[in-house]
């Protein structure tokens, strides 16, 4: 007998033309950057992070961050990735250079990461 399935309730969506590029916002509908790349882990196969940029002007000087995918909510309307945070909370969030990224596989700087957006580590 086949087991009876939870309807999905969330959309599959392709990351080169649904997902980067897209904007981020604060609740309060304040522009936070937006999603620049799709961090994968491999292993478990699941979404890591959402690679952000913030900051600079017309792309020059921005700051990227690794946010955890968990920290991040799709909202239809808005047609923008949410994030319960504001511009002051990335600001000082750990962030990197992008021409200089850090090895996102390394433990303590992912679990540095998931403790700073207060996401559940998945590992």
């Not at 799709?38 to 959402?50: F, H």
């Not at 002007?57 to 047609?79: I, T, Y």
Request: aromatic fraction near 12%; hydrophobic fraction near 40%; charged fraction near 25%.
């Amino acid at each position: 007998m086949a087991e009876a399935r939870m309807a999905r309730t969330s959309p599959i969506v392709k990351t080169n033309k649904e997902v980067i590029g897209r904007k981020v916002v604060n609740p309060q509908g304040e522009s936070l950057g937006k999603v620049e790349e799709v961090m994968v882990d491999a292993i478990p196969g699941r979404v890591a992070y959402a690679v952000l940029s913030f900051g600079g002007f017309l792309g020059v000087g921005d700051k990227l961050f690794a946010v955890p995918w968990s920290a991040l909510d799709w909202n239809p309307e808005r047609q923008a990735f949410v994030i319960n945070a504001d511009k002051r909370f990335l600001e000082n969030a750990p962030g990197f250079d992008k021409n200089n990224w850090p090895d996102m596989s390394d433990t303590t700087l992912r679990t540095s990461i998931y403790n700073y957006y207060k996401a559940q580590p998945y590992w």
